[in-house]
C-alpha cells in the first residue's frame, strides 16, 4: 500500500512535469513562428533594398554619364585638373554601357 501510493505521487508528479514541457513546447511552436514570418518579412525588405540599390547605382551611373557627356559637347567647361578622364561613347549611341576613356 505505501509503495503504491509513492507510485501514484510520482505518477502525479510526472504528468505535471509532462503537462509543463507540452506547455513550453507549445509556447516555443508560437515564438518559432512569428520568427520564421518576422525572418521572411525582412529577408522581402532585404530584397527591396537590395533592387533599390541597384537601381540607384544605375541612375546614378546613367547621370554620370550624361554629365561627363554634357561636358564634352558644351562650350562652357569648368575648370578641371588634365589628367581627369571623362568618358565619351565610342559608338555613338547613348548608352552608358559602351564608353571609352578620353584624356582632356
Partial sequence: VEKNLKLEEKITMLQQQNEELRARIEQNTVITRQLSEENANLQEYVEKEVEEKKKLSRTN?????????????SPVKLPSAPSTPFYRCSSGNSSPAKVRTLRR
Fill in 61 to 73: 551611373e546613367e547621370l554620370l554619364w550624361k554629365l561627363q557627356e554634357g561636358d564634352a559637347v
